[in-house]
């Protein structure tokens, strides 16, 4: 428990890092959350991630990013891209520079707050062919972040060796399962909660939740 200190939690409104931010209220003394507006399909994105701030009580901003949809055109922005798998690389979602430039732009607004820990919802186990997902790569930036601003900065990611199971298994620990379950958006079609069922990100939030629920013993609701 590190109740001392602040930490800057990247927030997107979904599962994950909703469960991140209810991890972050319980670990550190303060917490404020920062969202980018990046030119998503989706306003219901960044409205669902004001909602729970508020409803949170943590401050929140939300940073402009729309330059990162201009760089690199991806099915996240673009409504002429589908959403699609694509065989030796990565998904369509994918969207070149985005956990670099989010937990960059995070530790400056950290350190106006002189905060030091940085809490962010990648996850290796589950990463969809991400490379800016991995713990290489949290840790390469981690020490660059460091070196560029001279200061002791923690990056910590508590779902990075969790399947989408665990990670229902930790927002359930933190007293947040329903909360996560009916307030968070994950669906690339802006659906919340259960979402379209249909989009790669429903699919796999739902089997997590239904391996889950399994092993919890019948709960199906
Ligand atoms: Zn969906």
Redesign the pocket.
Known sequence: MIKNEKAVVVFSGGQDSTTCLFWAKKTFKEVVAVTFHYGQRHEAEIDAAKDIAAELNVPHHILDMGLLGQLAPNALTRNDIAIEEREGQPPTTFVEGRNLLFLSFAAILGKQYDARHIVTGVCETDFSGYPDCRDSFVKSLNVTLNLSMDYEFVIHTPLMWLDKKETWALADDLGAFDYVREHTLT???G?KGA?????P??KLRQNGLDQYLAEKGGDVR
């Open positions: 669906c690339y079609n659906i979402g379209c069922g249909e989009c990100a429903c």
